[in-house]
């Protein structure tokens, strides 16, 4: 009988953190058409909110272990948009792309991006801004909290398309003025050239796409990586196929190494599979924002998860799964912060867009080749202070 997990009851899970609610009445004070809370979510935000943070609302909403924050909505972008200098601009330059020009496409990119950072952000927009991030750091005690700023596009996830990862993420932002800047780059990102090519050949218009953007606490991994709700070899839905690296995300992504890989079985709730990779360098905070550091030769070779944390995120990813009625990708962390028991967090979860189409079937389990890029929520462009 496997026994690499502990008993635990499948719908158990412990707080992030201990970041206190607002009051009733301080919900009532911060209302606002730029802002909304994750934990104030509702299924009519959605639309103002992005396909990544109504994900993140939705699964605090549900008690899953999601870092907390808050999201900027789409009216805070379509105003600054809307400004008619700046939307002269965009057109201008839409107007002379061509997809199959990778170097006009990059220069078209260059110069909206260009206009939109240095666009002065509408007053209300930064007033509402700064109130929320200052209301923050005050409950997370801090006179500048430590955030994420994450892009939540109104495209990600179609079921026809996945726009997610086309747009920019950037960490360890702290600071009013900071985040402001990152929430304008954020905004810009629309216009990435590789979301510009992506609408173009998913036949999606430029102005079709809007965009939201999440503050939200950091997370410090001491391990990272993703989760699949089922086995994305052999599309095997009785088991969850995750990979692992120490640190961030960026080591595996760069292709310096090779994540560790286990299958755990949903049912019997063991590791049924593992494969342990040399990890010979992780990227963690340092003095001067995230940076490589070489692993110790005690840890190279050893599994970044032992199998209780791997059950966990396991059944984190499962309960994810159960939420949304589907086979889901989910982003996790391993904070160094948080004692043991306390410290598996979920980053984000998006459907899974192969096998979640296809015939339900349940085959016998394969090798399961690590994916290409992990993690996209904890890795570059990453912010340096």
């Given amino acids: 009988m496997c026994r690499s997990c502990p008993v635990v009851a ?27 809370w994750f934990e104030d979510f509702r299924e009519e935000d959605r639309a103002r909110l992005g396909g990544k943070n109504s994900s993140l609302g939705s699964m605090i909403a549900a008690g899953l272990p999601v870092p907390p924050g808050f999201a900027v909505t789409t009216d805070a972008y379509e105003l600054l948009r809307g400004d008619p200098e700046l939307a002269a601009v965009v057109r201008g330059a839409l107007s002379t792309t061509d997809a199959d020009d990778p170097h006009k496409l990059r220069a078209v990119s260059a110069e909206i991006r260009s206009a939109m ?10 007033e509402a801004i700064r109130s929320a991030y200052a209301a923050f750091s005050a409950r997370c005690g801090s006179d500048a909290v430590g955030v994420a700023i994450r892009s939540s ?22 600071g009013a003025d900071s985040v402001l800047e990152h929430v304008r780059r954020c905004w810009s990102s629309v216009f990435t050239d590789r979301a510009i090519a992506y609408r173009r050949a998913m036949g999606y218009e430029d102005h079709g796409v809007s965009m939201s953007v999440g503050v939200q606490k950091m997370v410090d991994p001491r391990s ?16 969850v196929a995750i990979d692992a690296s120490w640190g961030l995300g960026e080591a595996v992504v760069s292709g310096e190494v090779t994540p560790d ?16 990779s040399d990890k010979h360098v992780e990227y963690r905070r340092g003095e001067n924002g ?12 050893v599994p970044c998860l032992s199998d209780e944390e791997i ?50 079937e349940s085959v016998a389990h394969g090798h399961y080749d690590p994916m290409a890029s992990i993690v996209s929520t904890l890795i570059a462009p990453i912010h340096k202070q």
């Fill in 10 to 36: 499948e719908d158990a899970w412990v707080r992030h953190d201990e970041v206190p609610h607002r009051p009733k009445e301080a919900r009532v004070a911060d209302a606002s058409p730029y802002v909304v």
């Fill in 311 to 360: 059950c966990a995120v396991a059944m984190m990813a499962r309960r994810a799964e159960k939420h949304y009625g589907r086979p889901q990708d989910v982003e996790w962390a391993l904070d160094r912060e948080l004692p043991d028991g306390e410290n598996i967090i979920l980053l984000q979860a998006r459907p899974e867009t192969v096998w979640s189409k296809k015939p339900r």
């Fill in 153 to 174: 596009a109104t495209a990600e996830d179609q079921p026809d398309a996945s726009f997610a990862g086309q747009q920019d993420t950037y960490l360890w932002v702290r």
């Fill in 117 to 126: 950072e240095s666009h002065p952000i509408p007053g209300p927009v930064e």
């Fill in 290 to 301: 995230v940076e490589p550091y070489p692993v110790e030769d005690e840890r190279r070779n």
């Fill in 261 to 276: 890989n286990f299958v755990v079985d949903k049912v019997l709730r063991c590791v049924v599979e593992r494969t342990i």
């Fill in 224 to 239: 990272s990586g993703v989760a699949f709700t089922l086995n994305p070899t052999t599309g095997d839905r009785s088991q």
